[in-house]
C-alpha cells in the first residue's frame, strides 16, 4: 500500500479501541521520520486478519507500505521481509486472536531468533470481526457463540506467554493512553529485536472492558489496569515474571533485554561471512539437506 485504498470502506464500530492503537502509531511514525529524516516508505506494517488487521487500511496522512497477509502468519511475513531488507523497519498489527491463537506457534522461534520486528498487539479478548468468539484472552466460563456453556479453558497470560517464549522487549500499554502507546511504540521501533507492545484495546461490541480496565467507583469495580511503580527492575527477568503473575494487569515497560540482543538479520550476516558463502540456488540448498 502507498496510498490509501479508496475502495476499502471498512470501518470501526463507535469506541472502538483500535481507534487510539491506530493514532498512537501514526504519532510514533510521524516522530521516527523526522527525528531520522528517514522517508515513510521505509516502515512496511504487517497485518494480520482481524478487526484489528484492517488497521493497515485506516492510517492517516503519510502511508508506509502495508501488507494484510493471511490470519496467524503476520510473522512468517515479516521475517521474509526483514531477511530480505534489513533496512526497513517493520511493524506488525495484530490482534489477541490473530497472534495468540492462530499465530501462536510463531511466537517462540522469531523470539530466539530476535526478529527486529515492533509487534503492536490489540487484545479485546475475544474475535471482534467474526462477531465474538472467545479468544485465547477470554476468560474462562464466559458464553461466547464457540463457548455456549461457557469457556472451558483458562485464560491466558499472554505477558508470561512472551517472557517464557524469549521476547526480549515486553510493554504493557492501554489505548486510551495514547500518548505513552505511542512513545512505548516509538521505543520498541528503535529496540535492536523482538519487542511487543500489548495493549488493552477494548471492543465495543462484543467485549467491551473500558470500566473493567478502569474501575467504576459508583459501581465497585475496582480497576483491573495499574501502572508499573518505579522501582520495578525492568531488566529483571525474574522481576518481570513476578510482575506479570497476578491477576490485575500492569501498565508500562515490563521487560527489556539489553545485553546479548544480536538481531536475526546480524546473525545471519554473520553466518554468511563465515562461511564464505554469497549464493545458493534452490537446487543446492535442497541437495545439501539430503541423506545419502
Ligand atoms: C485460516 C483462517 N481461519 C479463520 C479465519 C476467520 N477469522 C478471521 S479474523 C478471526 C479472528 C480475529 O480475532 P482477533 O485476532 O482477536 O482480531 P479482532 O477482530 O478481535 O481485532 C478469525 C477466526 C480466517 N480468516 N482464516
Ligand atoms: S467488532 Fe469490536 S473490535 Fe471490531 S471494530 Fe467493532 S468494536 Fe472494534
Redesign the pocket.
Known sequence: MSKRNPLYDFK??P????FGVKVAIEQALARRTAERSESIEKTVIVAGIG??GNLVHLQEGPQPFGIHGIHGRTLPVAYGIKTGRPDLNVLVVSGDGDFLSIGAEHIGPQARRNLDVTVVVMD?G?Y??TKGQASPTTNVDVVTSTTRYGKLDEKMNPYLFYLGSGVGYVSSQLSTRVKDLSTAIGDAMDYPGFAVVHVQSP????NDTYALLKGDEKQGIEPLAYPIPDSHDSGDLLAAINLVRGERIPIGQIYRRDSESVPSHERLAKAKEQSGVTQVSVKELMDGMLIS
Open positions: 470501526w464500530c469506541g472502538c479501541g483500535d478487526c484489528s479485546n475475544i471482534g470481526l471492543c465495543t461490541t462484543y
